[in-house]
């Protein structure tokens, strides 16, 4: 089956971001010139994906107007004949069917994926993150993991690995190898406190595809790390019961909902960027002699 729906879950407050995202949703912070949820979308739609479902909360509507179109601001763009500027505008509610729904609680990740049944239906979707930006790699991160789908008919996690002190922040994942970067995925455990919950340092990190069975075990799924419905913890019944895919993809992975990633991002892809990178390199080589 073709996978042609994706799940943004952006409803999160922010706060390790604090204040910047007192008023500005954190998956509107700028890497360079271009919001991060932008990037995430571009990655949906690169994989194919055709009806994107943003999940957000109270004061997230900058969001929904980013995706709307701006008749007044492209119309000056237009009389003033700045035709990049009006381009990198002008389409951005062309690249998918965007749709919304509020998470009126905030109860974790995997109450807000439950939001999306309706938006689901019955067939397979991805999960994109709203925290983490996917650049670069051989293909679109969650094309790698569509594929994945395709492949082996079973959920699929995208991880990648991290160090032994940021395992205990994120999730862990029992894998054993398939070929080259898949694996299969047989156990997994939320944000793990003990040495003998540790199966790798392979953590989920920012996407996923998962089947509509996945609704129903949300359903069922008692509050687990920080009191939250977390998804990992409705994954990890997918994984024990019906087996998973993982997938260490290969593009780079930037976690800007915290305040060192949003400063990676910038750096590193602001090095490649066609208007600015030239000069930011020239820029970045003088300055590290100061250091």
């Known amino acids: 089956m073709k996978i042609t729906k994706?799940?943004?879950?952006?409803?999160?407050?922010?706060?390790?971001?604090?204040?910047?995202?007192?008023?500005?949703?954190?998956?509107?912070?700028?890497?360079?010139?271009?919001?991060?949820?932008?990037?995430?979308?571009?990655?949906?739609?690169?994989?194919?994906?055709?009806?994107?479902?943003i999940i957000t909360n109270r004061g997230k509507g900058f969001i929904e107007d980013h995706f709307d179109k701006a008749p007044v601001l492209e119309g000056i763009l237009e009389r003033d004949k700045k035709e990049e500027l009006l381009s990198s505008i002008k389409d951005l509610d062309k690249l998918a069917n965007i749709h919304y729904v509020r998470q009126i609680e905030t109860k974790g990740l995997g109450h807000a994926i439950s939001k999306a049944r309706m938006f689901a239906g019955n067939e397979p979707f991805a999960v994109l993150?709203?925290?983490?930006?996917?650049?670069?790699?051989?293909?679109?991160?969650?094309?790698?993991?569509?594929?994945?789908?395709?492949?082996?008919g079973k959920g699929v996690i995208g991880i990648k690995p991290v160090t032994r002190q940021e395992i205990v922040n994120y999730s862990c994942v029992k894998v054993d190898p398939i070929r080259d970067n898949i694996y299969k995925c047989t156990d997994m455990i939320e944000k793990p406190q003990r040495d003998e919950d540790i199966f790798s340092l392979y953590s989920i990190l920012g996407r996923c595809v998962l089947p509509p069975e996945i609704f129903d075990i949300l359903d069922t799924t008692p509050p687990g790390a920080k009191n939250e419905i977390q998804l990992t913890d409705a994954m990890c019944v997918l994984a024990k019961n019906h087996g998973m895919t993982a997938v260490e993809y290969t593009g780079t992975r930037y976690d800007i909902g915290n305040?060192?990633?949003?400063?990676?991002?910038?750096?590193?892809?602001?090095?490649?960027?066609?208007?600015?990178?030239?000069?930011?390199?020239?820029?970045?080589?003088e300055f590290v002699k100061t250091l």
């Open 6 to 53: 994706a799940v943004i879950p952006a409803a999160g407050l922010g706060t390790r971001v604090l204040p910047a995202t007192k008023v500005m949703p954190k998956e509107m912070l700028p890497i360079v010139d271009k919001p991060a949820i932008q990037f995430i979308v571009e990655e949906a739609a690169n994989s194919g994906i055709t009806d994107i479902l």
């Open 129 to 152: 993150y709203g925290d983490d930006v996917v650049v670069g790699g051989e293909k679109p991160a969650t094309q790698e993991l569509i594929e994945a789908y395709g492949t082996y």
């Open 259 to 285: 305040k060192l990633g949003i400063m990676k991002a910038a750096t590193e892809i602001g090095i490649n960027h066609p208007e600015i990178g030239k000069d930011f390199v020239a820029y970045l080589k």
